[in-house]
Structures are given as structure tokens and as C-alpha cells.
């Protein structure tokens, strides 16, 4: 089984039977608090990110991925193709270890110096290719979109704008212009409504909606850990609403469940093979 954006907010509307408006416009909320439980407690290669950069001759700041978490590793190349990783310390050593930054040599040390950059000791005698290996929060599915076909369209629509719908009221992002008729649009927690105008800022444009399409925009969570981020999300929304503890309850424990059957797949089946290791045991909780 796997969710759609549009699935899985039907799916809690379900299951809670509320289609109050101010419990719809959460539901967004409710599915990216689970998807950042999923992503604080369980460590999965989905989570892990490479990006390639460079390192500065003379500049001992290396600028941070505008979605890093954390590190696993940084390295350089020399010259002469040797592979160089860097030992993470903390920013106060490495301005110990190098005191004057125009103190030039390859580097030895990085560190995290603020949200921002990088710290490098020594500062780079040259322009190194570095590779950054690390820790990332993926696309929420939250930002899922769909395309909506226009007529009648007025002025122009930028990937810029937020369109609002006359009639439903509803508001999203536009991701991309397909053309003058197409807009691309991060699906809203509500629904447009065929034949409303939508209004666009900052550019002004307008048009009437005559199709919108379906949502088939899948993430790996929503198609490998459903059961986590329906029973995840479910709970925020019995939260919300101040619902029965017993039912509370019953989400957390289907969600604890689901996120430990992600916990031996990211922690142990995809950190070895069976062929070195031999199978994967799990304690016995009690019995013969």
C-alpha cells in the first residue's frame, strides 16, 4: 500500500469522520509532525545525501547545503587524485589549530562554525573539488502538486505567485508555468472547485479553472512507511481535536510499531548482508 498526498488527508478525514475546516486546514501540519518523528528517531538511507562543492584557496569557510542536518563525512581531492577526509572537531579547536587563518596548507579538520558554513583548518593553500556526505530532511509530501488547466486567463502567472480560488477560498504555491493555460500548483489541504477564477499575487493574473488533475505524486515514506505515517498523522489529529486517551492510545502504539519495523530495516538490514554478518536476530521477548 502507498498514500498520496490527496490519499492519505482523505484517509485521516476517514477515520476521524471530521471535515470541519479548521481540522482540514491542519491536516498538512499533522502529516509533516510525523514525518519529522519518522525522520529525529530513525536513521534510513533515504535521510543520506551527497553533494559535490569546492573548498577556496584562502577562505577557510565552506558554505552549508541550505538542507543539512548534520554530517557524515567530508573529504577532498589533491592534485594528484588522493582521496583526503577530514576529522570533524569543533569550531574552537580548529581556530586553536590554526590561529591565523592565512595560514595555508591542505586541510585536516571541518567542523559546523554556524548554520550557514563550514570551518576548515588549515584554511585551503588551494581550490580543492570536496564531497559532502550528510544528514538532509527530504521533500515533505506535503508538497506534493498537481496541474490545474485555465481558460479565460488574464495577465500572466509567475512561479513566483500564490493563487486564490473565488469560490473555495483555497490557496497554494505555484511551482511552474507549464504555459499560459497550465500552472503546476502545490496541492492546498482544501480543493479548487471547477469553474471558480483563481486570483494570483503578486502578478495579478487571473483564470477559471476547467480541469485539475489527479495527484499522483508519491515520496518513499508515503510508499514504504504508510502504516508510520498514517497512524503517525492520526494521533496529531486525535491530539488536535482532544479526542479519547484510549484512542490515542491505540494510534501511538501502531505508530511505535510501525517506526521499529523502519528502525530494523534503516539499523540493521540496510547496514550489512547476511552473507558477512549472517542473519539478523532480534531478542526474544520471552518463552522457550
Known amino acids: 500500500m502507498s498514500f498520496t498526498y490527496t490519499e492519505l488527508k482523505q484517509a485521516i478525514q476517514d477515520y476521524t469522520e471530521n471535515d470541519e475546516t479548521t481540522f482540514v486546514r491542519n491536516l498538512p501540519l499533522f502529516i509533516k509532525n510525523t514525518e519529522e518523528r519518522i525522520l529525529k528517531n530513525v536513521q534510513l538511507s533515504l535521510f543520506r545525501k551527497n553533494v559535490a562543492g569546492s573548498m577556496s584557496i584562502s577562505n577557510k569557510f565552506l558554505t552549508v547545503p541550505s538542507d543539512f ?58 581550490n580543492y573539488a570536496a564531497e559532502l556526505h550528510y544528514f538532509y530532511r527530504p521533500e515533505s509530501l506535503t508538497k506534493s502538486s498537481y496541474t490545474l488547466t485555465l481558460t479565460s486567463v488574464v495577465g500572466t502567472f509567475t512561479a513566483a505567485d500564490t493563487i486564490t480560488g473565488g469560490t473555495s477560498g483555497v490557496s497554494s504555491g505555484v511551482e511552474l508555468v507549464s504555459s499560459s493555460t497550465s500552472l503546476e500548483v502545490i496541492i492546498p489541504s482544501s480543493n479548487y472547485v471547477v469553474g471558480e477564477t483563481i486570483t494570483a499575487s503578486p502578478s495579478g493574473a487571473t483564470g477559471v479553472i476547467t480541469a485539475v488533475s489527479a495527484d499522483t505524486s508519491l515520496t518513499w515514506l508515503s510508499e514504504n512507511a504508510d502504516l508510520g505515517l498514517l497512524y503517525g498523522s492520526l494521533m496529531e489529529a486525535y491530539i488536535f481535536m482532544k479526542g479519547e486517551p484510549d484512542i490515542q492510545a491505540l494510534y501511538e502504539k501502531r505508530f511505535i510499531e510501525a517506526v521499529m519495523g523502519l528502525k530494523l530495516l534503516g539499523e540493521s538490514k540496510e547496514v550489512t548482508d547476511e552473507y558477512r554478518t549472517g542473519q539478523i536476530i532480534r531478542k526474544k521477548d520471552g518463552g522457550i
Not at 79 to 89: C, N, T
Not at 90 to 111: E, H, I, K, L, W
Open 69 to 126: 542536518l548534520a554530517p557524515f563525512s567530508l573529504s577532498f581531492t589533491k592534485a594528484d587524485g588522493e582521496y583526503v577526509f577530514l576529522d570533524f572537531k569543533g569550531p574552537d579547536f580548529m581556530q586553536v589549530f590554526t590561529p591565523n587563518s592565512a595560514t595555508v596548507a591542505p586541510p585536516r579538520y571541518y567542523g559546523v562554525f554556524d548554520v550557514n558554513n563550514f570551518i576548515l583548518a588549515p584554511t585551503p593553500d588551494v
